[in-house]
């Protein structure tokens, strides 16, 4: 069974950054495709990024030029760099792995951009 473990959110100013990790367990990092959502309150789980298995990235257009998803397969861990931050970047921040049909969550991390 898969485990996701999301770590490194908290409270930053507008203008900050903030680095979030996810450390898989499981044997299948290697080919999965990785993937940050985010969930604001009274809306809906939206991508943020994703990066797939041969290192392929795509971003959400509000996050565009701010944010950077990456992977080390060595650490079965996923990256979001997140720079610039705005207050409307508030969320809980989701962790998501997905082979085939298979797909893991984590337990979400929050981050809170306030001045």
């Known amino acids: 069974q898969v485990q996701l473990v999301e770590s490194g959110g908290g409270l930053v100013q507008p203008g900050g950054s903030l680095r979030l990790s996810c450390a898989a367990s499981g044997s299948i990092f290697r080919i999965a495709a990785m993937g940050w959502y985010r969930q604001a309150p009274g809306k809906q789980r939206e991508l943020v990024a994703g990066i797939t298995s041969g290192g392929i990235t795509n971003y959400a257009d509000s996050v565009k030029g701010r944010f950077t998803i990456s992977r080390d397969n060595a650490k079965s861990t996923v990256y979001l760099q997140m720079n610039s931050l705005k207050p409307e970047d508030t969320a809980v921040y989701y962790c998501?792995?997905?082979?085939?049909?298979?797909?893991?969550w984590g337990q979400g991390t929050q981050v809170t951009v306030s001045s």
């Open positions: 998501n792995q997905r082979v085939l049909t298979d797909s893991y």
